[in-house]
Nanobody, 127 residues
Framework: QSHLVDSGGGLVQPGGSLRLSCVGSGFTFRNYSIGWFRQAPGKEREGVSCISFKGGTTNADSVKGRFTISRDNAKNTAYLQMNSLKPEDTTVYYC?????????????????????WGQGTQVTVSS
């Protein structure tokens, strides 16, 4: 059975950094594009970043220049490096998987284009 486990969230001050991790199991990780969504209370899920199985990336305008998505296929892991964090980045972050062989779509990412979701990791940006 295929799974994604995301981790790395926590409390950080404005302007600080965090790195989220997403570990895949039960499938051939290198053949799948991986993304990150986030969802604040009372709001719809927002696509943040995606990295294709070929290595190309897309990022939402709200995080361009601050967040970087990457992957290490040898470790079955994708990362979201978040710098210059703002209070409005506070929310739960979810890593997600595209179906086999599908590259990342253009922004905005659509939740229905992802077939497996991690359990979520809370990021809180506050002084």
């Amino acid at each position: 059975q295929s799974h994604l486990v995301d981790s790395g969230g926590g409390l950080v001050q404005p302007g600080g950094s965090l790195r989220l991790s997403c570990v895949g199991s039960g499938f051939t990780f290198r053949n799948y594009s991986i993304g990150w969504f986030r969802q604040a209370p009372g709001k719809e899920r927002e696509g943040v970043s995606c990295i294709s199985f070929k290595g190309g990336t897309t990022n939402a305008d709200s995080v361009k220049g601050r967040f970087t998505i990457s992957r290490d296929n040898a470790k079955n892991t994708a990362y979201l490096q978040m710098n210059s964090l703002k209070p409005e980045d506070t929310t739960v972050y979810y890593c997600v998987r595209r179906p086999l062989g599908r590259a990342c779509e253009d922004q905005p990412l659509r939740t229905y284009n992802y077939d497996i979701w991690g359990q979520g990791t809370q990021v809180t940006v506050s002084s």
